[in-house]
């Protein structure tokens, strides 16, 4: 059994996306205690931004009028779609960065989706259990004055689970700058029952994506 966890958070040190994984990784671990656990961290290991331009237009092109470039862009893509196409389940954590999607994640999709086996055509991924953990350092709910201000949940549920066809559960917390931005200061209280909810999501999306592979997690 393989799991593939990809971390998108630029602070791996302070990371509430990658904390929130560690409970989601922590349940599977537990079910399947011999499986894989493949890793991609994007912000030790980023993608290049020139490569998805280099693996379309090397897509395009013959073989043999190839740039070294456009094959070692394309040699990643098949890399990338290897790691997601050969593990049984997937557990992304992006944050929300500056209102919008990570640029290390939309990077990564961007040049993995020139695969053609996880492209409009292909179907390798579908029904594939998978975890979204996301997290927003402020609070963007219906009713708050910054509400439609997260560019990046709705945009990552729709290529993850309508485009790619995931079996996907979300895992979100918001507010985790309280404590950090002192005007989040009156949000204190909320912010742990926030918190706290996220942390028994992760948990509960891990016994089920372990369960769903034939895993027995913990309780």
Request: proline fraction near 5%.
């Amino acid at each position: 059994m393989t799991l593939f966890r990809l971390d998108a958070s630029i602070l791996p040190a302070t990371s509430a996306s990658r904390a929130l994984a560690d409970l989601v990784e922590a349940q599977w671990t537990a079910a399947h205690p011999d499986s894989t656990v493949t890793r991609r961290d994007l912000a030790a290991d980023p993608i290049p931004a020139t490569a998805w331009q280099n693996a379309v237009i090397g897509g395009l092109a013959e073989e043999a009028d190839r740039s070294d470039a456009q094959r070692e862009a394309l040699a990643l893509a098949t890399a990338l779609a290897d790691e997601l196409v050969d593990a049984d389940a997937l557990l992304f954590a992006v944050p929300l960065y500056n209102f919008g999607v990570s640029q290390h994640f939309k990077t990564w999709f961007d040049l993995a989706y020139t695969d053609a086996r996880i492209n409009p055509e292909g179907t390798a991924l579908q029904g594939k259990p998978a975890t979204l953990v996301t997290v927003l350092g402020g609070n963007y709910d219906p009713g708050t004055p910054k509400e439609g201000w997260d560019h990046s949940t709705g945009w990552l549920r729709r290529v993850l689970e309508d485009v790619w066809g995931l079996d996907l559960r979300v895992v979100q917390r918001p507010f985790t700058l309280v404590g950090v931005n002192p005007a989040l200061d009156p949000f204190t209280e909320l912010a742990a029952g926030l918190k706290a909810n996220a942390e028994a999501d992760a948990q509960r999306s891990g016994r089920e994506l372990a369960e769903l592979r034939g895993g027995t997690a913990a309780a």
